[in-house]
């Protein structure tokens, strides 16, 4: 074998063996690897086929040289470079068909396969050099007898293209640098280049798919390739595999080579699975294990010790116990393990188990393994929240029916009550003495002091009527005052206004006051701070449902709003002009000055029954029918701060506290619930909302528990007006 | 011999002791050494007594006896009190018997028309009452009334003998609802059957609201009221008001009427300082005035500057004062919760009380140290009950529980009777308390 050349990294052998055809005119992409073995027919190896192949050895080798020529290798050519070329006469020149009758077979072998004009032998011998060297030369290189190859004429460039343009056949020429000759490309090679560029093979009748003859299958054949016997040697065991084997048996006793331990398998296994791992379980249908039996103990044995077997008066004392809390299984001493008599519920516990595996719920519980504890808020402790109301002491006992409203005049020395006996009285804080009562003869509903403390009047609603009461407290120029001041020489009917056709003062003999005659039943009455504007809400009242009135002009305005629902309460903004109106659902806020709404709060609930507003103004809490009670922070947004779902009853009433960080709601549970609320000045700090205190006391009478309850002005006291005709004072 | 058998009878441990007395002859035991079973209470020690007693003197009426070991009454068992209070039991012990404190009598009630809210018995001759009607009444004992004292429009809150010294006539000032202060003036040794109603020869005006509370200097021509209108007010008692009485003239001429002089009054200075109802003033010394508010402090004035000398925060609100103790130094005030407080001023904490009696069950409504024990106190409360306190224990000496509603005003009287009124418009005395 002998290498020929390399070019661009593939290297070319040729082997002596084959004999190697080149396909002068041959296509760049295709390399033909031919085999000539003694008698076959020549082979086609289209080998590389579509890569831009990269060079062409052209027709290096002397025809002796090619004579030697076994076996051929790849052998490239490339049309774009250089295009191998032999013209016809060299091609008879350099071809010498009368030297090796061999060679000549080859050649026939050839000419068969190829056509005759391919027979040509390159005619300059330089091999691979740079034609640059001949630049200078007048020769181009040397034929194969070694005499030079004179360059033709050099033609004129105009007279070649003059040539070339009336020669037609002009674009299948090709000049071959390294012969210094013009090849005009037969229409053959036209066809295989054109195959080529294609992609395919460049004889038109070589076909690729081909089915395959495995020429070298003897297997089955009736004549194999060898029929010679099996030889000795792979009978004998070979010297040198059991010398291999002692080496090894060597290694393994010196402990050269370890083995990996075979893995144990577990003795015992269980034959249903593990319980309690349920890894592959879970990705199907939720495993429930069963309950885990209980072990049996020494008490159940036959022949217990004497500890465990119960006296007869622990026996009795299983007959007082539920059935459910007896022990299911009292220990018995049996002389002898034949005596023990059969189990007498052995058909209802088999029955129960089978209720129990029908009707048992499969459903799994998620346990959640979290402490409870950690769960509630951190609040402050109630010691530190003190002083909050928390025990009463004193009773106002004196009416006939259920108390209905109260209310604790400013400086906190009375409270009036309202009932349903049809009484309004007034009541000593300190000692519970009742001072006043006016007799109205229809229950009276709510109950308002006047927040001015010189100007003590006292405003109660009795069905649709509000009466404002002369109490009689204050000294003799304030008497004159209120005298002045309740007393309506004619009965006004508001020039050409058509509030008098709902809505009159009439000066009211009997108890010596003004009767405002509301057309509806009034369900709220809230006074404003100053002590003269006094608000009405009448929630059957449709568009005049809120009533403003002036004392001391005896005007009634009607609210300039379009409620949308039905008003509950209304309440005046403790510092500023704003007004708030509870409707069922929603609280509504109104800049009485600008006479516009502010806001919308909704609170959520289902009714709300009472709506109270902190002293600070920016804070609101709604109790509703539903036991709920919403704590609104105005700054924060429109919905509740915070829900606290206390009472299971109805919430009638809830209340500030003045001074005290305190607010507190009844219910009609008969309880009511102190809550401190404490509303920082600093805005970035929300309120906070501790529950404090569960007072009770009252009983429920009709269904109904407290109906009313009011912080004292002054003191940390709560009162609470109950439907069992008391009134109650918790003090702290 | 019959002791001997008696705590022969037990058969726990014996100590032995040695009953001791300050009382009188009668009253002397033996002060020979006794064993006596350890687990003897008060009632078993008083038994011992008198049967010692008994045995000298074979005509002697049981009587109950309190035992002070090392100064403090006993209130349960010997045996208990030694281990608790530390003392060894194998010397002999010294008891010291007093006479009990409780009422052995009930006198008769006095009967008013509306509920009793004030008392004063400071005067050994008589009572004075306060009551809803808005009358004052003079009582001369137990369910005989001397004088009526007519006037008032409103409640009579409080009601103080100014000056009963004088052989003939008795000062005396009431406060009521109605913002006023009454003086009066009676004869306090002319008794008829019939009550004589009297006129006050003075009415004082100047508070904004009712008047809770009034208290006499001691020597009676000044007296300080407490309000509702958080102020307190100084008045003179003394009847030479030029200007009030050309008021009064005109006033009796319209009547027409045949009358005392009546004159009118106003305030010679104002307290002012208390943020809320003034609910009590005592007087105690001559130029200061201690006060309770329901502003849940209690203040110590200086009469002469109007200034607030001291301040005592106690977080309830306050409804009594009284002033006494060893040399008038312990406040004791109680309000509206069921602690009967006592605060010592002269200790450097004092905002802590030293003593606390909360035996009762509601608000206390009033409380007044004896005039002459420098241990003893009584306090009223609207649970309905009366009770007497020992500095020496923490236990109610005795409860005086004869009241069917709240007790509204309690006092002392005689020095060994307690007065007291409440809601069943009752007057009660409790008599024959012996106190040393």
């Known amino acids: ?732 | 011999m019959e002791i001997e058998r008696e705590t022969n009878e037990g058969n726990s441990r014996r100590i032995q002791v040695r009953f001791i007395t300050k009382l009188k002859a009668p009253y002397k035991v033996p002060t020979t050494a006794i064993a006596i079973p350890s687990d003897l209470s008060r009632l078993g020690l008083s038994s011992i007594v008198n049967k010692l007693l008994q045995a000298v003197d074979s005509e002697w009426k049981t009587e109950p006896f309190d035992f002070l070991i090392d100064g403090e009454l006993v209130r349960m068992s010997l045996e208990q009190f030694l281990l608790v209070k530390g003392i060894s039991a194998e010397k002999i012990l010294e008891i010291e018997y007093i006479r009990a404190v409780a009422p052995r009598k009930e006198e008769e009630p006095s009967p008013h028309d509306d509920w009793v809210s004030a008392v004063d018995g400071s005067s050994p001759r008589f009572i004075l009452t306060g009551c809803y009607d808005s009358l004052g009444r003079i009582w001369k004992q137990a369910g005989w009334c001397t004088h009526i004292l007519e006037g008032h429009s409103g409640a009579i809150s409080s009601v103080r003998i100014i000056n009963s010294e004088g052989a003939g006539s008795v000062t005396v000032a009431t406060a009521s609802k109605d913002r006023t202060l009454r003086l009066w003036k009676f004869d306090a040794e002319d008794s008829t059957d019939h009550p004589a109603r009297i006129r006050a020869f003075k009415i004082l005006r100047g508070h904004n609201a009712s008047v809770h509370s009034i208290a006499a200097k001691t020597s009676g021509d000044m007296i300080c009221s407490g309000s509702w209108d958080c102020t307190i007010n100084l008045w003179r008692t003394n009847d030479t008001d030029t200007n009030g009485d050309a008021v009064s003239i005109k006033k009796r001429k319209v009547n027409n009427k045949i009358e005392e002089s009546q004159s009118e009054g106003e305030a010679v200075s104002t307290l002012v300082g208390h943020t809320q109802c003034v609910s009590s003033v005592v007087w105690p010394q001559q130029d200061t005035i201690y006060s309770a508010s329901w502003d849940h402090s209690v203040r110590k004035w200086d009469v002469e500057t109007g200034k607030d000398l001291s301040d005592i925060f106690c977080g309830k609100a306050l409804n009594c004062i009284d002033i006494g103790g060893e040399g008038l130094a312990l406040i004791a005030a109680g309000g509206s919760d069921p602690v009967l407080r006592i605060w010592d001023p002269r200790k450097p904490g004092t905002s802590a009380p030293v003593f606390q009696f909360s035996s009762h069950s509601s608000w206390i409504s009033a409380c007044k140290w004896h005039n002459t024990s420098p241990l003893h106190l009584l306090s009223s409360s609207y649970d309905g009950k009366v009770m007497l306190w020992d500095l020496r224990t923490a236990w109610p000496v005795s409860i005086i529980d004869t009241h069917k509603d709240k007790v509204l005003c309690a006092d002392w009287w005689k020095g060994d009777c307690v007065v007291s009124g409440g809601v069943d418009a009752q007057l009660r005395i409790s008599s024959d308390i012996s106190i040393q």
Request: with cysteine.
């Open chain 1, 1 to 732: 074998m002998r290498k020929i050349s390399t070019i661009e990294g593939y290297i070319f052998f040729f082997s002596f063996q084959c004999f190697t055809l080149v396909k002068k005119k041959a296509n760049e992409h295709v390399i033909f690897l031919s085999l000539f073995r003694a008698g076959d027919s020549p082979f086609f190896f289209p080998c590389r086929c579509g890569l831009p192949l990269v060079s062409f050895l052209s027709g290096t080798m002397s025809h002796q040289e090619s004579q030697k020529l076994d076996n051929v290798n790849p052998l490239e050519t490339r049309v774009e470079d250089v295009i191998e070329r032999g013209d016809n006469d060299f091609l008879d020149d350099n071809h010498d068909q009368d030297e090796h009758s061999e060679s000549s077979q080859s050649h026939q072998a050839v000419d068969e396969s190829d056509s005759s004009e391919d027979e040509v032998a390159p005619r300059n011998t330089i091999g691979d050099v740079p034609l640059e060297w001949y630049k200078d030369e007048k020769h181009i290189g040397y034929d194969i007898a070694g005499r030079k190859i004179t360059k033709k004429e050099r033609q004129d460039k105009l007279d070649s293209f003059l040539a070339s343009a009336d020669d037609s056949k002009n674009w299948r020429k090709i000049y071959d640098e390294y012969n210094d000759e013009e090849v005009e490309l037969t229409k053959e090679e036209i066809k295989h280049i054109r195959r080529l560029l294609k992609g395919k093979a460049p004889h038109a009748e070589f076909d690729p798919y081909a089915p395959y003859v495995d020429w070298f299958k003897w297997d089955d054949a009736k004549h194999p390739l060898s029929n010679a016997p099996e030889p000795k040697r792979r009978f004998i065991p070979s010297k040198w595999e059991s010398k291999k084997v002692v080496e090894y048996v060597r290694a393994i006793r010196k402990g050269l080579i370890k083995f990996d331990q075979p893995k144990e398998e577990p003795r015992f296994y269980c034959l249903w699975g593990d319980d309690s791992s349920s890894a592959d379980r879970t990705k199907h249908l939720a495993y429930i294990p069963p309950p885990k039996p209980k072990l049996p103990g020494h008490e159940e044995s036959y022949n217990p010790s004497l500890e465990y077997i119960p006296t007869q008066e622990e026996i009795n004392s299983y007959q007082l116990m539920y059935e459910e809390d007896r022990p299911k299984f009292i220990p018995k001493k049996f002389t002898s393990f034949r005596s023990i008599p059969a189990y007498e519920n052995a058909i209802k516990d088999s029955f129960e188990r089978c209720l129990d595996l029908y009707l048992c719920p499969r459903v799994r519980k998620k346990r959640i393994n979290i402490d409870p504890e950690s769960l509630k808020p951190k609040l402050p402790s109630r010691k530190d929240l003190r002083p909050y109301p928390s025990t009463c002491y004193l009773d106002y006992r004196g009416h006939e029916g259920a108390v209905l409203s109260i209310s604790v005049e400013p400086s906190g020395q009375w409270i009036a009550s309202g009932s349903k006996d049809g009484t309004v009285r007034i009541w000593e804080v300190e000692t519970g003495r009742c001072l006043r009562v006016w007799e109205i003869g229809e229950a009276v509903q709510l109950v308002a002091w006047n927040p001015l403390p010189e100007l003590p009047v006292l405003a109660a609603s009795v069905g649709a009527d509000v009466l404002i009461l002369n109490t009689g407290f204050g000294n003799e120029e304030e008497q004159k005052r209120i005298k002045e001041l309740l007393h309506i020489g004619t009965p006004t009917t508001d020039d050409s206004d058509d509030m008098s056709s709902f809505l009159s003062w009439i000066q009211d003999e009997k108890y010596d006051c003004i009767r405002l005659r509301h057309y509806r039943t009034v369900s709220s009455i809230e006074w404003h701070r100053k002590g003269d504007y006094l608000s009405t809400v009448m929630p059957a009242g449709e568009s005049r449902a809120v009533l403003i009135h002036q004392l001391s002009k005896r005007l009634t305005q009607r609210l300039p709003f379009k409620l949308h629902g039905l008003p509950v309460s209304s309440v005046f903004h403790p510092t500023r002009s704003i007004f708030f109106v509870a409707t069922k659902k929603n609280v509504r806020v109104y800049d009485l000055l600008k006479q516009k709404l502010i806001k919308k709060l909704e609170t959520q609930l289902r009714e709300v029954s009472s709506i109270a507003v902190h002293p600070a103004g920016d804070n609101l809490i709604v109790g509703s029918k539903e036991g709920k009670l919403c704590w609104f922070d105005m700054d924060l947004s429109s919905k509740p701060y915070k829900t606290l779902k206390c009472h299971p009853k109805d919430i009638t009433k809830v209340a500030f506290h003045r001074s005290y960080p305190l607010f507190a709601s009844c219910s009609d549970d008969c309880t009511a619930y102190i809550f401190h609320g404490m509303v920082y000045a600093d805005l970035n700090q929300n309120p906070l909302i501790v529950p404090l205190e569960i007072l009770r006391g009252h009983t429920s009478y009709d269904g109904r528990g407290v109906m009313d309850c009011k912080f004292h002005p002054r003191q940390p006291w709560l009162f609470t007006a109950g439907a069992d005709s008391s009134i109650k004072l918790y003090c702290h």
